[in-house]
């Protein structure tokens, strides 16, 4: 990927400082520092969405979860877990193999952090999947939970993400599968968080992938993968913890300035890396329901759930919102 030893170095050594630790499990409280305003700046024209304007589902559907085995050029075991709209009533746990709902669904490729799993995040993922959305995570091969973690190997990712979508979305025509004729293969948005995010930020970057439609960076940073979003506008949310003792806030933030797109920021007063992130009831909540509004509008086109999106955020009070949307 580089051609001088010394880049290569570098840029591991970047990560490794910056991203060590980077999973949800829970980590010693930090004090949260003051809430400090939005830095501001003009606002960028809203652009057109090149998804059609609809309307989202009103109703939430069960969730359902399979597994598939997927390997990028032999030597890069990809598991996706795949959760997905199932028939039944809604509010349970994930069942597995459980019949797919009618209707077409967005996908979102979900990439996670290191030393983590798919399923670590399930409270987050299962949320966006009773709204409607298929969502597929891999665990990757040098950064999951019990595998080297080979910390540069992170730059190699968004091709591993490109690679998982290239086969979920050909199950939408694959003759017997149960997801034939329900993704919607034309609404597809990534999402990922800490060394998920680099992933998900380098889907829009070095590793453009064109089919995307949006993003959502959970506690993510530019390190290797930079700032030089490009290709066709694609609506980001940002999510930061104010106190992420992994990621520094002014990191992941010094990234969202960059993102020429119509884009929104929210800020968690008291976040930390991934603990208060997903794991307190209340910050759950603000952090599901400000991404489903996010996703309904760029992924299902409506318009409703972009102005519905201020009031999910703030809601508690436990966070803000930068909205240049």
């Given amino acids: 990927m580089f051609r001088r030893r010394t880049p290569v170095l570098l840029t591991a050594a970047l990560l490794a400082a ?11 409280p930090t004090a949260a520092p003051s809430p400090t305003p939005e830095a501001s700046a003009p606002q960028a024209a809203p652009q057109a969405s090149r998804v059609p304007a609809g309307t989202a589902p009103t109703r939430a559907f069960a969730v359902g979860v399979r597994q598939l085995t997927l390997n990028r050029g032999g030597d890069r075991p990809l598991p996706v877990t795949l959760w997905y709209p199932a028939r039944g009533t809604a509010g349970g746990a994930a069942q597995r193999d459980a019949p797919v709902a009618a209707g077409r669904f967005p996908v979102v490729a979900f990439s996670h952090g290191l030393d983590g799993r798919p399923t670590d995040y399930r409270a987050l993922t299962t949320r966006w999947t009773a709204a409607g959305f298929v969502v597929a995570a891999p665990m990757f091969p ?5 595998t080297d973690g080979s910390v540069l190997d992170v730059l190699n990712q968004p091709a591993d993400v490109s ?3 290239d086969e979920v979305l050909a199950l939408d ?4 599968d149960p997801l034939r004729g329900r993704l919607a293969t034309d609404r597809v948005a990534a999402a990922g968080h800490s060394a998920g995010g680099v992933t998900t930020i ?3 970057t070095t590793g453009r ?14 390190l290797g993968v930079g700032t030089a979003f490009a290709g066709a506008a694609a609506p980001q949310l940002f999510v ?11 990191a992941g933030r010094a990234v969202y300035d960059a993102v020429p797109w119509p884009k929104a920021m929210l800020s968690l007063t008291r976040g930390d890396h991934g603990r208060i992130l997903l794991g307190d009831d209340t910050a759950l909540r603000v952090v599901s329901d400000t991404t489903i509004e996010f996703l309904r509008w760029t992924l299902y ?3 409703a759930a972009r102005d519905r999106l201020p009031a999910s955020a703030t809601r508690g009070d436990v966070a803000t919102l930068d909205d240049r949307l």
């Avoid at 910056?18 to 010693?28: I, Q, R």
């Avoid at 930061?240 to 002014?250: C, I, L, P, Q, S």
Wanted: with cysteine; charged share 20%.
């Fill in 209 to 222: 992938d064109e089919r995307l439609r949006a993003g959502v960076v959970l506690a993510g940073t530019g």
């Fill in 173 to 176: 025509v694959k003759a017997g």
């Fill in 142 to 146: 040098h950064t999951g939970k019990g």
């Fill in 301 to 303: 086109g409506d318009a």
């Fill in 240 to 250: 930061h913890g104010r106190a992420d003792e992994v990621v520094d806030y002014a």
């Fill in 18 to 28: 910056g991203l060590v630790g980077c999973s949800t499990s829970p980590s010693a």
């Fill in 163 to 165: 690679y998982v979508l």
């Fill in 202 to 204: 380098g889907l829009f």
